[in-house]
């Protein structure tokens, strides 16, 4: 194996021990309600992270209808193990102050400097990402002087707090896939044609960036509505009109994150947070974006139809 695959294969790995201390975690808890049910949801996740190159795309595909199931028939809840006394936690807040942001911070910093290096290297840039959490970990242990066993612990106590729907994104990413394979832009090209002029351009530019958004709302990840609405309309209603394809592509492109802000679908983005915060209403990160992301798409019409053109 190539260099950025072994990489790529260790960062999988990695996660797939988290999952699998997850599922033992839950499995210990004999007062979690489908425990059961539960320890084998993350035990499959593991499996699949950590041996995924090296089984029959059919058994992945078992693994990922057996996650389905179980969610949708006995719910995945976190187990009540190795919860930290509020008290503790409150106490070593107040010390900490805020350092406690140093390796949040340091994990952008490292994923930047991985990226720098990566490319120079002629390896790709996806690996910076998980780079830079490793190193922000070690960070983390410095600064919070925390026994390194925390690690996994409270890795695997945040992935149950998040549930199912942290592993969302990748799914709707494979689904993105799974579209432009279909043809779905095709389809979806053929429908546009029938509604909208073809030879006018602020109508193509409304098109494309509205259908980034709301497609980024049904699939909750604007890179996989990227590569369908951009064939569907992007292309053939704005490019083919004339339009400057670097503009384009870059505008369409965040303007589908104008839907990211609007969807419970981008669950890493609007759900997690609202978990993470304790927050009452699931959807209150949803509802503060919503005008923010309004405003956002209509300055991305603006800005493609003037610069593109």
């Known amino acids: 194996m190539t260099p950025d695959i072994v990489i790529g294969e260790f960062f999988f790995i990695l996660v797939g021990v988290i999952f699998a201390i997850t599922g033992g975690l839950c499995g210990k808890d004999a007062a979690l309600k489908n425990r059961i049910p539960a320890a084998t949801f993350w035990f ?3 499996f699949a992270f950590i041996t995924g190159p090296w089984v029959p795309a059919w058994l992945i595909g078992i693994c990922v209808i057996a996650l389905a199931t179980i969610t949708a028939v006995w719910g995945v809840k976190p187990a009540a193990v190795d919860r930290p006394d509020p008290a503790h936690v409150e106490e070593r807040a107040s010390k900490l102050g805020y350092k406690v942001f140093i390796p949040a911070l340091s994990l952008a910093v490292f994923a930047l400097v991985a990226a720098t290096v ?8 996806y690996l910076a990402v998980g780079t830079g959490a490793v190193l922000a970990t070690v960070v983390g242990l410095v600064v919070t002087k925390a026994p390194a066993k925390f690690v996994a612990v409270d890795g695997a106590r945040l992935t149950m707090d998040v549930g199912p729907v942290g592993i969302l994104p990748q799914l709707l990413a494979a ?3 799974v579209f432009t394979a279909a043809g779905v832009g095709t389809v979806i090209a053929d429908t546009v044609a029938k509604v909208i ?6 109508v193509g530019v409304i098109a494309y960036c509205v259908g980034m958004a709301l497609f980024t709302v049904i699939m909750g990840n604007g890179f996989a509505a990227f590569s369908v609405i951009t064939v569907g309309i992007g292309i053939p209603f704005v490019v083919a009109q004339g339009g400057n394809p670097i503009i384009v592509a870059a505008l369409g492109l965040t303007a589908g994150y104008c839907g990211t802000l609007l969807t419970p ?8 947070p609202a978990v993470l915060l304790e927050m009452k209403d699931k959807y209150g990160v949803i509802k503060s ?9 209509l ?5 493609m139809y003037t610069l593109a053109f």
């Open 44 to 46: 499959i996740l593991a």
């Open 118 to 125: 990566y490319q120079k290297l002629e390896m790709p840039t």
């Open 175 to 177: 689904l993105g896939a």
């Open 197 to 202: 002029p073809a030879h006018n351009p602020l």
């Open 265 to 272: 679908m981008a669950a890493n983005f609007n759900v997690v």
């Open 289 to 297: 974006q919503a005008v923010t992301a309004t405003l956002l798409l």
């Open 299 to 303: 300055v991305h019409i603006v800005l």
